[in-house]
C-alpha cells in the first residue's frame, strides 16, 4: 500500500482527498491545525489515517511530526501539497502587509520547504509530488495581487522541479482549480455571506471533484507525468481586459 502525505486534510480539498485516498487503498498521512477536525477524520478513515497537528509554517513542529511517524507511515510515496490560503480581495494599495506575508509564509515557504524536506525519500521511493496551485496563477484578476502570484510560484515551481527530477522517476503535477465551494472565501473575505453569494447559482466544483483529479493524477501509469492540469466549473469563464479611460 503507497502511502501520500496529505497538508491540510481538515477542510475542503485536502480533506476530500484524505478520503478519496484512503477510499482507493492508500494509506494517509493527513496534517493540519485543527485537533478536533483531525480527530473527527481520525474516527472517520481509521486506521488507514495518521494525523499529525501543526502549522506547515513551524518547521520545528512538522520536523518532530515527520520524523516520528510510526513505522507503518515511515517512507512517504506522495506528497501532496494542498494547505494554503488566500487573505483579502482588496486592491495592492488597501492590502494589509501581513495578509501579504502570511500567504508568502505559507503558500510559498512552507510549501517549499517540506518538499525540501521529503525530496530524498520520494527520489528513493521514485514517487510523485502534486502541487495544488490555482487558475489565478495564470490569470490577474482585480485583488488577486499577491495571492495569485503565490500561486503562479507554485506552478513555475512544480515545473521546475519537473526538470530537475528527470531521470529519477519522480513525477510531479500542479493543480490550478478555478472556483471551489470550500471554506476558501470564507478564510479570504470573513463573511459567509459574500462567500455564499460568491457561490450562488454557479454550481461550482467541489472538494470532491478536486480530490478525484488528484487520485486520477496519481493513478496515471509511472511513465506518464500530468504536467498541469487547469479546472474551471462550467460557469466561469475569463472577462475582457480592464481599460481605463480618462
Ligand atoms: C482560487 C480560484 O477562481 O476562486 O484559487 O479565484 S478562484
Not at 496515471?220 to 481586459?241: G, I, K, R, T, Y
Amino acid at each position: 500500500m503507497p502511502t501520500a502525505l496529505i497538508t491540510g486534510v481538515t477542510a475542503g480539498i485536502g480533506e476530500a482527498a484524505a478520503r478519496a485516498f484512503v477510499g482507493a487503498g492508500w494509506k494517509v498521512v493527513g496534517t493540519g491545525r485543527r485537533a478536533d477536525r483531525l480527530a473527527a477524520l481520525q474516527e472517520e478513515l481509521g486506521e488507514a489515517l495518521h494525523t499529525l497537528e501543526f502549522d506547515v509554517r513551524d518547521e520545528a513542529a512538522r520536523d518532530a511530526a515527520l520524523d516520528a511517524l510510526p513505522e507503518a507511515f515511515v517512507g512517504i510515496d506522495l506528497l501532496i501539497n494542498n494547505a494554503g490560503l488566500a487573505l483579502g480581495l482588496e486592491p495592492a494599495q488597501q492590502a494589509k502587509l501581513s495578509n501579504w506575508t502570511t500567504m508568502i509564509d505559507t503558500n510559498i515557504t512552507a510549501l517549499v520547504s517540506i518538499t525540501h524536506k521529503l525530496l530524498p525519500q520520494l527520489i528513493a521511493r521514485k514517487g510523485a509530488i502534486i502541487n495544488l496551485a490555482s487558475v489565478a496563477a495564470n490569470y490577474p484578476y482585480p485583488g488577486g495581487n499577491v495571492y495569485g502570484a503565490t500561486k503562479a510560484f507554485v506552478r513555475q515551481f512544480s515545473l521546475n522541479l519537473r526538470s530537475d527530477l528527470i531521470g529519477t522517476g519522480v513525477r510531479v503535477c500542479s493543480i490550478e482549480p478555478g472556483m471551489v465551494e470550500t471554506e476558501f472565501t470564507l478564510v479570504r473575505t470573513g463573511s459567509q455571506d459574500v462567500s455564499d453569494k460568491l457561490y450562488a447559482g454557479v454550481n461550482p466544483m467541489t472538494a470532491e471533484d478536486i480530490a478525484a483529479t488528484m487520485l486520477w493524477v496519481a493513478q496515471q501509469p509511472p511513465h506518464l507525468n500530468v504536467n498541469a492540469l487547469e479546472l474551471m466549473p462550467v460557469n466561469q469563464a475569463w472577462s475582457p481586459f480592464l481599460v481605463h479611460r480618462a
